[in-house]
């Protein structure tokens, strides 16, 4: 599961690569017109990151044998379908609900707590959904690209749909408080640790590169994998 | 040559019976289920297992002779069976008649009426009905009609030489009932009337109603009944029950209202959702959890419990 999470990334970041040398200037300039505040902030989130939590994603990943990150990955993945299922639910899919709440029962359960993907393997595929997707689904755009101090990329849309994630993420209701927030911080370690081999991939402008990476992901994600392409873009 | 003679002669002697022989099916499903049940420990436990033979075989008539026996397999101590006690064991026959069966069997008390709300997967979720009364019988006469645009009406007998006391406080030496059923059944529409009338060590009566209906994944039924002999005096139980299947999977939900007992005590209610997911064509797992009342906990009709299970079939 984690090989295939690592392929999406690779093929995203790729196809962005691809398609970012005919993207014209004025097209940068319509998705980013808050850059003079975006670029300075990626500045110091790229600081942070090269001192801090990239030495301890790559020390996490050295640690750790394979077999552990990806019980780690499956736990929080388990948790993170917690929210798919009101998202999915928000969106009508109620398919993709019922699928996910299985999937968090039967992960839970038999999975031991989430360490275990026994659903994938069942017949039960995730549908990951958060609610700048449920937005998106329902017609709003994504705004103007946004780059959060601490928590990286984003846009107007995503960024303020942060707020009720957090509120369906079941990490927010662990106590006491200090275990919380360790598992705050493994997730972040985890996550980062995720996208060093994907981000391998960047050469050049490595802002422009991971701005046009996400709006693209993040459309990708809305519209379920099914993206329309302009015809100048070939 | 020698060898080839012999061969043929042994060939032929196996052969011979075989012909004679009925067609016989074996059958089972084996389920296991780990429950945390409130009040108790969490428990890997059978999830009434069962293994069974059933054959058929044609009668100079044209009808078809069935034989039928099923008992416990239990698999957490291995045995088959509870002693004194199967599931079932009857021989009939059947044609353009109907069919005619003798022995221990479903009632249509049970399969047509109640049983149509028996959709959950736990055995923990079946609590509200007698199977010993009102379900499988022991020393039962049945006849079922065949389809008539889709009405079946059945009839029943039981004649058990067993002494005892039923819950209205009658005691006698025979256990003997009548038991009258029809079902019908249109489209995704089915409606059925049960009445088991006991006379004897027993002497009271069982009544129920089933209603269920379905289209394409969806099915829901609803059953009431009025079980006087274990319940004398309470109210009748009520049941709504639910399935939507979406490929793989199935969530299932149902209400129960236990109604109040004879001495005007609410039963409270339970709530049951389950989820089952398909593993393969004869293999399933699911995860239940029951939520009882505060009434139905202080009633002992039923208690909180969360069970994940496993059934293979084969």
């Known amino acids: ?57 790559r020390g996490y990943q050295a640690v750790t044998p394979d077999i552990v990150e990806t019980g780690v990955g499956n736990f929080f993945g388990n948790l993170a379908d917690v929210g798919s299922i009101v998202n999915n639910l928000l969106q009508l899919k109620a398919e993709a609900a019922v699928q996910d709440f299985s999937r968090v029962v ?13 659903a994938t393997p069942m017949g039960l595929p995730e549908h ?107 | 040559m020698k060898k080839s003679i012999i061969a043929l002669a042994v060939a032929g002697a196996l052969t011979a019976p075989m012909v004679a022989q009925a067609d016989a099916t074996v059958y089972g499903s084996l389920r296991v289920q780990i429950a945390d ?12 297992s069962r293994i069974g033979i059933k054959a058929t075989s044609e009668l100079f008539s044209g009808a078809t002779a069935i034989a039928h026996f099923e008992t416990y397999a239990n698999t957490e101590s291995g045995s088959f069976g509870t002693p004194g006690k199967g599931r079932l064991a009857y021989v009939g026959a059947t044609g353009s008649y109907g069919t005619a069966l003798v022995g221990r069997q479903w009632l249509p008390a049970y399969l047509w009426t109640v049983g149509k709300t028996d959709i959950m997967a736990a055995a ?16 039962a006469a049945a006849y079922i009609s065949p389809k008539m645009g889709g009405l079946q009406i059945a009839a029943a007998v039981v004649a058990r030489d067993a002494a005892g006391v039923d819950a209205g406080g009658d005691a006698g030496t025979q256990v003997d009932a009548s038991h009258l059923a029809a079902t019908y059944s249109m489209g995704g529409f089915g409606v059925a ?26 099915y829901v039924g609803f059953s009431v ?49 389950e989820v089952q997911q398909k593993l393969g064509k004869q293999a399933f797992v699911f995860a239940n959890y029951i939520e009882a009342s505060n009434k139905a906990e202080d009633a002992s009709k039923a208690v909180d419990v969360f069970a994940v299970g496993y059934n293979v079939n084969f």
Do not use: C
């Not at chain 2, 049960?194 to 394409?216: F, K, M, P, R």
């Open chain 2, 124 to 139: 923990s979720t079946e609590t509200t009905h007698s199977y010993g009364t009102g379900g499988r019988q022991g020393n």
């Open chain 2, 37 to 48: 049940a409130d009040g108790a420990a969490l428990d890997i436990q059978d999830n009434t």
């Open chain 1, 106 to 118: 039967f992960n839970t359960t038999i999975g031991l707590g989430g360490i275990l993907d026994v």
């Open chain 2, 225 to 273: 009944e009025d079980d006087e002999v274990n319940a004398k005096g309470a109210d009748s139980v009520m049941i709504l029950a639910g399935s939507y299947a979406m490929g793989n999977t199935k969530v299932l939900g149902s209400i129960t209202d236990f109604g109040d007992s004879a001495a005007d005590v609410d039963g409270g209610k339970r709530y049951v959702a």
């Open chain 1, 128 to 234: 990951k959904e958060d609610f700048g997707q449920t937005l998106g689904y329902w017609g709003v755009g994504s705004g103007p690209y946004l780059v959060l101090p601490f928590l990286g990329p984003s846009n107007v849309r995503d960024g303020i749909s942060k707020l009720p994630d957090s509120m369906v993420d079941p990490v927010g209701e662990v106590n006491p408080i200090r275990t919380r927030n360790q598992l705050y911080a493994l997730r972040i370690v985890d996550s980062r640790a995720e996208l060093l081999a994907a981000e391998q991939l960047l050469n050049g402008d490595r802002y422009t590169a991971i701005r046009d990476a996400y709006m693209q992901r993040r459309e990708f994600l809305v519209n379920d994998g099914e993206v329309e392409f302009d015809d100048d873009q070939f």
């Open chain 1, 1 to 57: 599961m984690r090989s295939i999470k690592r392929l999406s990334h690779l093929l995203l970041l790729s196809s962005f690569l691809i398609v970012s040398g005919a993207v014209a200037q004025d097209q940068n300039s319509e998705i980013d017109p808050w850059q003079g505040f975006n670029r300075p902030v990626f500045e110091f989130n790229e600081v942070l990151d090269g001192y801090l939590l990239k030495p301890a994603a």
């Open chain 2, 193 to 218: 009337v049960s009445t088991l009338q006991y006379n004897g060590t027993v002497d009271e009566n069982i009544n129920s109603l089933g209603v269920n209906y379905s289209a394409d994944n969806l």
